[in-house]
């Protein structure tokens, strides 16, 4: 600022603070809109964490699409902070303006598997001195940014080239024979088709929407031939969905859930209800040996010989809701015992008071919602420790409150009116006690289903996005994937990357015998197959 702009010295001092009065208004205004929007970001994660502890609350699919519908708006919100303050810190740099502090963000180291590429920042060697000589200056050390960046995803065109030879003595003809793909004389190789895989059931992606993608970049692949692709991709997946669902069912124990999907109905215009089932393992939350699968079948209705088929031959301790097509299973057959014992869930019967308490408020269905609270705590607390340690805790910590438990809800239900919505609730809880008290009985148990509960989540997240199936046999299809790709995740793995590996594998000629070489927890990546880049 020049002083001979103004005519005396107060003049200067006046603007000067004029000046500082502005920067002072809008730095004020600026920082009351970051901390408004601040406050509303909080409150929003403030209300997801409390559905997601609360899951009892709502059934499983309506739970997530309101955690999704959350995690959006939290989104929705922060980028129109970000915006704001970015906005705002331009404006102070035009006006000379200091900006914003900004709260620094709590960041995660990079992970070290990533490839990584160093950009060397050299000074401009000029000193005051006027030395311009780097030789002569002494490195005092330096100072590392690591930006995390996306090179994106690009189609590629491999071309396998068989050059043919004759030898002129004995005119024989020699050529290396045709590379083992996927799909026999068919285009894509192991990586892509791994992808519109993935993309198609664990992303929700319809086909239609995929080869828009790929038009993109100057491929026109038609959803016909998306359809064959995922088609033949099944059928070389069904072997090791089968494999997996033999070992997840050979164990004593299992969780197991259902989900409704649309299926097409031919020649009525409309849909019908299919349904997608899980059968589930996961021995780690008590150290057990093996590792965790989840097997998924498809069937075009919901009844009760369903699970029935599914579950021929399994014996053991059966997790799952209060469905009655559960029910042939658990009962004696003549002087043998019953097939299977069930274990029933606890979320399930929280989920009917926490449904009345939300309602209505009832002090009864809240201290309910406490003692089983309570219970959850000791899971929380012994979750991790061996099964005969898990049994000890829960007989020695859990017992006397479950015994409290009954006793009082039988003392209410007889102070309750019989139609009530509470009355139900409890009485919802009485009707199964045997089977909610059941996971008392060993260490190996959980006091609820939410393993499959949460291994059919993505199935109600993405059926939206995907409509409906075409057909039965469609469901099946998903059934196959889903099998394979959650119980690579499972197990740590990248399911588009396993698969990918799997499929060049098997396409040169892997045998059967040697399938369980394949299993996400037997299988050993080894170099990139070729194609796959």
């Known amino acids: 600022m020049h002083t001979a702009a103004f005519d005396t010295p107060d003049a200067e001092i006046a603007a000067l603070r004029a000046l500082l009065a502005e920067r002072d208004a809008v730095l004020s205004e600026r920082d009351a809109e970051l901390r408004n929007a601040t406050f509303e970001i909080e409150k929003l994660k403030v ?31 922060e980028e129109d902070q970000a915006q704001a303050a970015a906005a ?67 189609l590629k065109v491999i071309r396998h080239v068989r050059p043919r030879y004759a030898c002129r003595a004995c005119e024989a003809v020699l050529q290396a024979p045709a590379p083992d793909l996927p799909i026999e004389k068919g285009r894509p190789g ?60 050979r164990h004593g124990i299992i969780w197991t859930d259902d989900t409704p999907i649309a299926v097409l109905a031919p020649g009525r215009g409309r849909t019908r209800e299919g349904r997608f089932w899980v059968y589930a393992i996961d021995p780690r939350p008590w150290k057990g040996h093996g590792p965790p699968a ?22 053991g301790w059966l997790h799952a809701d209060g469905y009655t097509g559960y029910d042939a299973l658990a009962r004696p057959r003549g002087n043998q015992p019953p097939q299977v014992i069930h274990v029933a869930c606890w979320a399930h019967a929280r ?76 009485q919802y809880a009485l009707n199964r006690w045997e089977a909610l008290a059941r996971y008392l009985e060993d260490g190996r148990l959980s006091i609820d289903n939410n393993l499959a509960e949460r291994l ?25 994937i889903y099998t394979v790709a959650e119980t690579a995740k499972l197990n740590g793995l990248d399911p588009e990357a396993y698969i990918t590996a799997v499929l060049d594998r098997l396409a040169p000629g892997h045998t059967i015998d040697r399938l369980d070489q394949l299993l996400p927890w037997n299988f050993t990546p080894t170099a990139p197959p070729a194609g796959t880049g």
């Open 456 to 480: 059919l989540r993505g199935i109600a997240l993405t059926r939206k996005n995907s409509l409906f199936l075409g057909s039965d046999a469609g469901g099946d299809r998903a059934a196959i």
């Open 88 to 154: 705002a810190e331009a404006k102070a740099r035009t006006k000379g303006q200091p900006g914003s502090q900004r709260r620094p963000a709590l960041r995660k180291p990079l992970p070290e598997h990533l490839p990584r590429e160093t950009v060397l920042h050299e000074p401009v060697f000029a000193c005051r001195c006027g030395c311009t000589d780097p030789k002569r200056l002494t490195k005092l050390g330096e100072d590392v940014t690591e930006v995390l960046e996306k090179i994106p995803a690009r």
């Open 190 to 249: 192991p990586g892509l088709l791994a992808h519109v895989l993935v993309s198609k059931y664990l992303d929700g992606l319809p086909l239609y929407r995929l080869s828009a993608i790929l038009a993109r970049e100057g491929v026109e692949i038609e959803r016909q031939t998306l359809a064959d692709w995922v088609g033949r991709g099944a059928w070389w997946l069904s072997r090791l969905a089968e494999a997996i669902g033999t070992y997840a069912l």
């Open 351 to 426: 989920r009917k008071l926490f449904e009345v308490f939300e309602a209505t408020k009832s002090p009864i269905a809240e201290e309910a919602l406490q003692r089983i609270a309570a219970l959850y705590a000791i899971e929380v607390e012994i979750n991790g420790k061996p099964a005969d340690q898990r049994r000890a805790e829960r007989q020695a910590r859990s017992k006397p409150l479950v015994d409290d438990l009954h006793d009082w809800m039988l003392t209410q239900r007889r102070r309750l009116s019989g139609k009530s919505t509470l009355s139900k609730a409890v």
């Open 47 to 77: 209300q997801l964490a409390t559905l997601r502890r609360d899951r009892y609350g709502r059934s499983s699919g309506k739970l997530a699409i309101e955690i999704g519908q959350l995690e959006m708006l939290i989104g929705d919100a």
């Open 294 to 315: 989840a097997f998924y079948r498809y069937s075009p209705d919901r009844k009760g010989e369903r699970p029935r088929g599914h579950l021929e031959g399994f014996e």
